[in-house]
């Protein structure tokens, strides 16, 4: 056995380690005397002490046992899945007698279809599943724009944590003497101490967790496929139950020695004098620092980049506090570090693979940005927007995924997510086209606008060459939204103003399928502000013009906030397509416009699309097949889509057959809180 420190033996002064005839080793905890040489009470509050503690390491190894054995199950479950393929390969695309004799009265009818009772039974349950969990009715208020199934698994965790913070302590009260005091002064042992023991070693253990929820390369992503962004929301409540633990740890020991013990002030002034009680006031300051700075509205006074690397540099340091406070612990806390560290270093990693090779320019091999040609739109009312377009040499990433971009010119200590408008294709040289919509609103972004406007200028007086400005790739991040659509899905895209990037290479993607399914029906919705927003992404929307009149592509544009253009409409109606920045755009005038119910057709027409009517019209529409619906926008377009998709579902009917009750959301939610 290694000797113990004199910091583990004057971590419980009750004991007398003057004799140390026997010292029993426990995990995570103090070295303990046997046989106790205390009198009775405080012997038997020891044996509660410990017991307690032992318990507690042990609930915490089956608290990760279960996260686990949760994610192995599901890793496999998706591997299975993947090699045998989307359940709905299991559907052959209706002969065109079959779907002429689905209408009747002009009413679409599902032919039910005779597939596997598993299948079957997976879909239904899914779909039961979407219709009861994916709304945020009744989360909303407290949690904000996340889904009922988001909130349940908190709930979950909450009651699970709840459990093992009560059970396994003995519960009791010993009065015990005080060496070297009269006989009427005595200490009050309670099983408080053990307790606040307890929900500290679940806040160390929850560490590693709150980490493994927030890492950027997330191996949490690749084992379930889940996109990364979809983890925030555990990893911010996990932080308030972090909190919450700690500060009832702190209370609990505080009553202890200032209430229990004797005599007083004395046992609390040696108490606080010792370095792990002094670290975890420190830790517990920290936390506190750390908590304050992740709110809504401290973010919003701050900015987010201030937020971001304050979050860091504190986290860092609380974790160091809390191994001072009680290093015995550790073991929680280092992979904890361990994590954050490689998080970081495959970014590094990544962003080096990028740009890090021969420069023909040069005829050297080093690191190099790529050069990103500028195209500006002046909105003063709603933020300027900028087209970032160039070819940079890489493997082609897939559809759905983005990337934070690095603006040096503005600050090389930033970067912001973006999603890439452009189809993701390698040329025959090895290079892959990137194009960007971005709309300057503060911060970094406005900065660029600023340059970019600058440089325009400039160009223009001097008729010199397009200006270009260096751009750092790191990336790509999420998963391939287009993973599991069969040519037998039918796709609904529902994009609010730059938005429209996540859902125009998936179009693009689909259309250009030799194999697409005649019967499918696919249908694109598009909020703008303004008529001339369409020209941010004129080229792509003339290709997928020209795609989706093969393919009978419907495409929908609704202008919310083109005050006095009496030509909106048609100046919206050349173009379909989109780009940009992250899913989220301002939503005000989205909001004050009024509602335009879904139309049959082709069209464009101002106000704000009824995303309600716009799904439940495309469902009922659906002749063969599932559907699965595409959103990016404002936070109150996504809610709608999930409240509505959630009621277009129905277990029931699915397992009689009828497929187009099985309706699935795939949306944009980098930003959501």
Not at 177 to 189: A, F, L
Not at 223 to 244: A, D
Not at 314 to 341: D, E, T
Not at 590 to 602: M, T, V
């Amino acid at each position: 056995m290694t000797p113990p420190s004199q910091s583990q033996l004057s971590a419980r002064m009750i004991q007398n380690f003057t004799d140390q005839s026997n010292l029993e080793w426990h995990w995570g905890y103090a070295y303990r005397v046997v046989p106790c040489k205390n009198d009775p009470g405080s012997c038997a509050y020891l044996d509660v002490v410990y017991s307690a503690h032992d318990r507690g390491m042990l609930y915490t190894g089956i608290l990760w046992a279960t996260i686990l054995g949760i994610l192995l199950v599901w890793g496999v479950l998706r591997r299975l899945g993947a090699s045998g393929g989307n359940v709905s390969k299991y559907e052959m695309p209706l002969k065109e007698e079959e779907r002429g004799g689905l209408l009747t009265g002009g009413e679409v009818v599902t032919k039910p279809r005779s597939v596997g009772r598993f299948t079957r039974a997976m879909r239904a349950v899914g779909a039961t599943g979407r219709r009861y969990l994916l709304s945020s009715r009744g989360v909303k208020s407290v949690f904000g724009q996340v889904t009922r199934l988001q909130v349940l698994i908190l709930v979950v965790l909450v009651g699970y944590l709840t459990i093992w913070t009560f059970v396994g302590i003995v519960y009791g009260k010993w009065i015990t003497p005080v060496k070297g005091q009269p006989e009427h002064v005595k200490n009050t042992r309670t099983s408080l101490g053990p307790w606040a023991d307890r929900i500290g070693v679940l806040a160390y253990a929850l560490t590693p967790l709150s980490i493994l929820l927030a890492s950027r390369e997330s191996i949490l992503s690749l084992i379930t496929g889940v996109p990364y962004t979809s983890f925030m929301f555990l990893h911010r409540w996990t932080g308030h139950i972090i909190l919450v633990q700690s500060i009832l740890h702190t209370i609990g020991w505080v009553i202890v020695e200032v209430r229990l013990y004797r005599p007083h002030p004395d046992v609390w002034n040696a108490f606080i004098a010792q370095p792990y009680a002094r670290w975890g006031v420190v830790a517990l300051v920290l936390l506190v620092l750390l908590w304050v700075g992740a709110l809504q509205w401290t973010i919003r006074r701050t900015g987010y980049e201030f937020f971001r690397k304050a979050h860091y540099v504190l986290a860092m340091v609380y974790i160091g506090a809390v191994i001072g406070h009680w290093k015995n612990l550790q073991c929680f806390l280092v992979p904890g570090l361990v994590l954050w560290f490689v998080d970081r270093g495959a970014r590094l990693v990544r962003t080096a693979l990028l740009h890090y090779g021969y420069i023909p320019s040069q005829g050297r091999v080093g690191f190099a940005a790529a050069q990103a040609e500028m195209k500006f739109w002046r909105d003063e009312k709603h933020g300027d927007v900028v087209r970032l377009d160039f070819e940079h040499p890489q493997r082609a990433w897939k559809v759905g995924q983005h990337f934070f971009l690095c603006f040096t010119e503005g600050s090389i200590w930033q970067s912001h997510p973006f999603t890439p408008l452009s189809w993701p294709v390698e040329d025959g040289k090895g290079t892959v086209t990137h194009s960007y919509i971005l709309r300057a609103k503060g911060g970094e972004t406005k900065t660029l606008a600023k340059i970019v406007q600058d440089k325009l200028a400039g160009a223009l007086s001097e008729k010199a060459v397009t200006p270009t400005t260096p751009v750092i790739l790191q990336g790509p991040y999420g998963e391939s939204i287009a993973e599991g659509v069969t040519p037998d899905v039918n796709v609904l895209c529902v994009a609010g103003g730059t938005g429209i990037t996540y859902v125009l290479p998936l179009l693009i993607d689909l259309l250009r399928d030799r194999n697409m399914n005649p019967g499918r029906k696919v249908e694109l919705v598009w909020a703008i502000k303004r008529s001339g927003d369409v020209e941010w992404v004129e080229p792509e929307m003339e290709e997928l013009r020209r795609l989706g009149a093969v393919h009978g592509l419907i495409i929908r544009i609704f202008v919310t906030d083109d005050e006095g253009d009496d030509d909106a409409a048609k100046g919206a109606a050349s173009a379909t397509g989109c780009c940009g920045e992250s899913s989220q755009e301002d939503d005000d005038s989205i909001k004050r416009a009024p509602r335009i119910s879904a139309q049959r057709a082709s069209s464009t027409a101002r106000g704000r699309p009824d995303v309600t009517a716009v799904v439940k019209d495309f469902v009922e529409g659906v002749a063969q097949g599932s559907t699965r619906v595409f959103g990016s926008g404002p936070p109150g377009m996504i809610g709608e889509l999930r409240s509505v998709v959630a009621e277009c579902n129905s277990g029931s009917k699915v397992w009689k057959g009828e497929d187009r009750f099985d309706v699935r959301l795939v949306c944009d939610d980098r930003l959501e809180w």
